[in-house]
């Protein structure tokens, strides 16, 4: 693969969507190219993404390697959007959809994705009508072709030789569990089973790769400094290598569009820790992409883009222009706070790096499966979250050494290799926080010195009951509290056993039940085995604790994990006494000699109780829409040196500080309204 350098994404992106139909006229009529520059300068937009092909496969410009939509009004929309904002000093990386393309899927039936249920693959597959000719659904291509990805490559070169674009944007790179003839075929020669879901996933990863290499590796070695992405709606935590194709990465991450706002955070770190320039989607839609008259309010945008800066992150914001081409002016008002914001703040974002003293090794990436993130590390990055303990999220190709303490949430199995990486960062000061199957090893033991003991046979209670000592924790409750999960059986040898497991009177069954949920703790048994221990430096807890704070939002969960963790690695780089729904991070401009304290509060609430999905689904919807100030708000930081000045990065107003004595810095922030950057110069 051809080494490719860039210039440093730009921090104020919009994307701009334009999926039309054949059947609507006049399309591009009402673009007016001073009003489409003068409302994006506005909105301080500095970048936007642009169209050249759609979902529907159309092309917005005089293509000889597509067709051009049958209705466009202006014979080179692409063109003229490109020339108005290149003058403008706005960038306009150019979108071209992949696998969604409804007219050549109607031309080529037999590049049409098949999967393994025997069907059409479509992008709607629960909908009533799927699998049906007649589905109002895009119809996906398989990439098993070597026609499609011609077509494809062609496609993009002829759009970087008219345009002076800096880059491409290539969506919808999916696996859909594809059987068709060629996929089949190709398993087959591979040794693959085309019974076998794995190894289907297996080829349908590898026949994606294979289109990216060929793709980036002809880009490349023609447009030199080319930014190219692939999106597939995740960056799957595959390791560094999973990369090498893209020139940076774009982490879609809409949180009222079905991600959620716990999606991005676990994502954008660990984008951060592959040493590429990264940026995050939201949207301005109040659900999600190809809503038409949806507005988000301001304040969530404000936060939302706040967030993507404090980590580490440059920001975009996904919108849709109207078949006619007129760009809305009630779109971009609502954008234009919170770009206003960032552009104040990019001084003390460029080359900032967070202070991450914690490190979630990911089982996203020890268990590869599934679009998104894995639940356990959602579960543990929205603990640290709250607990105010800024983090990254590592693969196996992470530094350990870099961190005071790695987290192995859940379900991470230890082969011989990790295992002895592991027991050398920990015979070297680090300190390991593991829950449930983590830290087994191929023999069903524990690869790590836990100071415990496994026994094979799980806790028979679910659920099952913990008692924890005052000594843990001080919020840790007198009496037995509830587990809603299965647990591992363990005993002490020689770890320091912090919270114990108690059984119920009986499981719930027909024969025996008690109340409408589940039995009560027997108060006369005895301990089942150890729920949290410490022992030299390596804590274990036997539940599944992080998937089921995700699942469960149990206060009493986190407190036990912040009692480890405060254990484990007192004294943390930065306090603060935000509420638990309030975000901090801490980041250091080594360049400039500063570090960089961000404080946000924006608290989502559950507004919409019935969303319809495309799949005919539903669910809740996670919103922001006005954000109260809170205040004062105390912090307190510990620094390599003492600050020269103490400012607001937004005003330039001093903020008062105070030495500690004890090599920390606090500080007071009087009002806080969505985003406090408070910067320690010379520290």
């Known amino acids: 693969m051809p080494k490719n350098t860039n210039k440093p994404l730009r921090y104020r992106q919009i994307h701009l969507d334009f999926h039309t139909s054949e059947h609507i006229p006049g399309i591009g009529a009402d673009f007016d190219p001073d009003a489409f520059v003068s409302t994006l300068k506005d909105a301080h937009v500095d970048s936007i993404t642009i169209f050249a092909k759609c979902h529907h496969g159309w092309s917005y410009y005089p293509t000889k390697v597509g067709k051009p939509h049958p209705q466009l009004a202006r014979p080179d929309l692409l063109g003229e959007m490109v020339t108005a904002l290149s003058a403008a000093d706005i960038e306009s990386p150019i979108y071209i959809s992949v696998q969604w393309d409804e007219l050549t899927a109607r031309e080529h039936p037999e590049w049409r994705a098949m999967n393994a249920s025997n069907r059409y693959q479509h992008a709607i597959p629960t909908d009533p009508s799927a699998g049906k000719q007649l589905s109002p659904a895009w119809h996906t291509l398989c990439l098993n072709h070597a026609g499609l990805r011609h077509y494809i490559l062609e496609q993009a070169r002829e759009v970087a030789r008219l345009y002076p674009t800096q880059g491409l944007f290539f969506d919808i790179i999916l696996t859909p569990d594809c059987v068709c003839s060629a996929c089949v075929e190709r398993m087959l020669c591979e040794g693959l089973d085309p019974e076998n879901p794995d190894d289907r996933l297996k080829n349908d990863e590898a026949v994606n790769e294979q289109f990216r290499s060929e793709t980036s590796k002809a880009l490349f070695e023609e447009f030199p400094g080319l930014r190219v992405f692939y999106n597939c709606g995740h960056i799957h935590k595959q390791g560094p290598g999973r990369f090498v194709t893209y020139s940076h990465l774009e982490l879609e991450s809409l949180p009222t569009g079905g991600w959620g706002y716990d999606h991005f955070p676990s994502s954008a770190r660990y984008a951060a820790t592959l040493g590429m320039d990264f940026l995050a989607h939201t949207g301005k839609f109040h659900t999600s992409w190809g809503e038409f008259g949806g507005f988000k309010h301001p304040d969530a945008l404000e936060y939302e883009c706040a967030q993507m800066i404090a980590l580490g992150s440059k920001c975009l914001v996904g919108d849709q222009l109207h078949p006619n081409g007129a760009i809305n002016p009630d779109t971009y008002a609502s954008i234009a706070p919170a770009y206003r914001r960032v552009e104040k703040l990019e001084p003390f974002l460029e080359g900032a790096k967070q202070i991450s003293e914690i490190a979630i090794l990911s089982a996203e990436h020890m268990n590869p499966r599934g679009t998104r993130n894995h639940p ?34 859940d379900e991470i199995p230890v082969d011989a290799a990790l295992a002895a990486r592991l027991n050398s960062y920990l015979a070297s000061g680090g300190k390991i926080l593991a829950s449930w199957h983590s830290g087994i090893g191929e023999d069903g033991s524990f690869a790590i010195d836990f100071g415990i003991e496994r026994d094979p046979t799980p806790v028979a209670f679910k659920p099952s009951y913990v008692k924890a000592k005052k000594d843990l924790d001080p919020s840790m409750p007198e009496t037995a509290f509830v587990f809603y999960d299965e647990a591992e059986t363990v005993r002490a040898a020689g770890a320091n056993v912090l919270a114990g497991i108690y059984p119920s009177y009986f499981n719930r069954s027909y024969r025996h039940f008690c109340s409408h949920q589940h039995a009560p703790d027997d108060p006369d048994s005895a301990m089942l085995g150890a729920a949290a221990t410490e022992h030299n430096g390596a804590a274990y807890v036997a539940y599944p604790i992080f998937r089921l704070y995700r699942a469960m939002g149990q206060p009493l969960y986190k407190y036990l994990v912040r009692g480890l963790i405060h254990r484990l690695v007192p004294n943390p780089a930065m306090v603060t006494d935000l509420p638990s729904s309030g975000r901090a991070t801490l980041t250091r401009q080594v360049e400039h000699d500063r570090h960089v304290l961000h404080l946000l509060y924006g608290p989502p609430q559950i507004r919409g109780k019935e969303v319809r999905g495309d799949d005919g689904s539903s669910r809740v919807m996670e919103m922001i829409e006005d954000i109260p100030a809170i205040g004062p708000v105390t912090a307190t930081v510990r620094l390599p040196t003492r600050p020269r000045r103490v400012f607001d990065a937004m005003t330039g107003e001093d903020v008062a500080w105070n030495d500690t004595g004890d090599g920390a810095v606090s500080i007071t922030v009087p009002r806080l309204r969505i985003h406090s950057a408070v910067v320690f110069e010379g520290a």
């Open 376 to 409: 356990s590390d959602d579960g543990a990055a929205q603990m640290l979250q709250e607990l105010k303990r800024p983090f990254d999220v590592l693969d196996l190709s992470g530094r350990f050494e870099d961190y005071r303490l790695l987290i192995l949430p």
